[in-house]
């Protein structure tokens, strides 16, 4: 790849013509030809879709979604960009570096756990105070590991 700064610098300084370009570094015409006009393409915009957010909406989704990292796409979607798809809002969130999941959920307590806890307890009514002071108290606490509000 390093021809095609060969052929700029030969081009653009030297004012040599694309066929005694082609001559001096062994490359076809229209290869030369082609790399002279590619250079000048780079400026111009793309054909297709234009982005339906900007990069001010797509900043607003990323912060929404960090401060509160429960939010579904869905509830983005609705509350901060109505004109685009849930997608867009996912693939908004992927090209900044955030991974759509779905975040584990605490199982309800069944009608069995609760009863099971109950018979637990009753069997424990006759303890002393001396043998609840052997027991360990913990409490499930659901928490996150990453900064944000909790």
Not at 70 to 81: G, R
Not at 88 to 100: D, P
Request: one cysteine or more; hydrophobic letters at 35%.
């Amino acid at each position: 790849m390093e021809f095609r700064h060969a052929i700029y610098r030969l081009y653009d300084e030297e004012h040599v013509s694309e066929r005694k370009i082609a001559q001096m570094l062994g490359l076809s015409p229209s290869t030369v030809h082609y790399w002279i006009i590619r250079r000048g393409e780079s400026a111009t915009t793309k054909s297709g879709r234009p982005r339906v957010t900007d990069a001010h909406t797509d900043q607003n989704l990323y912060e929404a979604s960090r401060k509160d990292p429960f939010l579904s796409a869905v509830d983005l979607q609705k509350e901060w960009t109505p004109a685009c798809s849930v997608d867009t809002v996912r693939n908004r969130l992927k090209q900044k570096g955030l991974k759509c999941r779905t975040p584990a959920r605490k199982p309800f307590l069944t009608q069995f756990h609760r009863q099971m806890r109950y018979v637990y307890a009753h069997s424990k009514l006759h303890w002393s105070v001396s043998e609840w002071h052997r027991v360990v108290f913990s409490d499930e606490k659901i928490f996150r590991s990453s900064s944000g509000a909790l």
